[in-house]
């Protein structure tokens, strides 16, 4: 069982900075693949983030490349999102989950353990 506490959702003006945490408990951490995912009201959860569980490889979506970045630390369990040059459209819940080993990162079908999510604003 793997237990993930996102925090540093808020309110932040656009062309702003956020950094994201997700602390997970368990010994699994290190080898598993993590995700960011995100839900705007009405809109379906869509992904923006993952790491392998090395940390070697990076994966994000078209919409948050060059903005975003993932990192993780296994030492302290903790994955992490640092987001820059924030725009309005990033407002959304933002969630952090486990990836299946083995499985593509980008469907969120391919995730099995999720935190409770983070509110993140992005004010114009």
């Known amino acids: 069982q793997v237990q993930l506490v996102e925090s540093g959702g808020g309110l932040v003006q656009a062309g702003g900075s956020l950094r994201l945490s997700c602390a997970a408990s368990?010994?699994?951490?290190?080898?598993?693949?993590m995700g960011w995912f995100r839900q705007a009201p009405g809109n379906e959860r869509e992904f923006v983030a993952a790491i392998s569980a090395s940390g070697s490889s990076t994966y994000y979506s078209d919409s948050v490349k060059g903005r975003f970045t993932i990192s993780r630390d296994n030492a302290q369990n903790t994955v992490y999102l640092q987001m820059n040059s924030m725009k309005r459209e990033d407002t959304a819940v933002y969630y952090c989950?486990?990836?299946?080993?083995?499985?593509?990162?980008?469907?969120?079908?391919?995730?099995?353990?999720w935190g409770q999510g983070t509110q993140v604003t992005v004010s114009s």
């Open positions: 989950a486990t990836n299946s080993q083995g499985r593509s990162y980008f469907p969120s079908s391919s995730y099995d353990y």
């Open positions: 368990g010994r699994t951490f290190r080898t598993r693949g």
